[in-house]
């Protein structure tokens, strides 16, 4: 199953694997929502590198899985980037 991240229109961008996709549906399961991130310029850059500084990432904890309905871009990540994004801490209160 590859891991992607999917920016949304109105939802916002997410880091997990797909399931399915259909038109702007998409279905992902192991998912972290990307909320704020400092150490990468773009997604693309994420989506390659991740991000040089996860201490000032805000990513959310793993949900099992999400439907959203408005994805606009879809980015395959690299190992190097999975790696990284799954080692940067949970964001929570």
Do not use: H
Request: proline fraction near 2%.
């Amino acid at each position: 199953m590859e891991k992607c991240i999917v920016r949304c229109d109105r939802s916002g961008v997410f880091f997990g694997e797909i399931v399915e996709i259909e038109g702007q549906r998409c279905r992902l399961k192991n998912v972290r929502k990307l909320y704020f991130w400092v150490g990468a310029n773009c997604l693309e850059q994420l989506c390659m590198e991740g991000t040089k500084f996860p201490e000032g990432c805000k990513f959310t904890m793993k949900v099992i899985e999400i439907e959203v309905y408005d994805m606009i871009q879809k980015l395959r990540c690299t190992e190097k980037a999975i790696s990284n994004i799954e080692g940067v801490p949970i964001w929570k209160r």
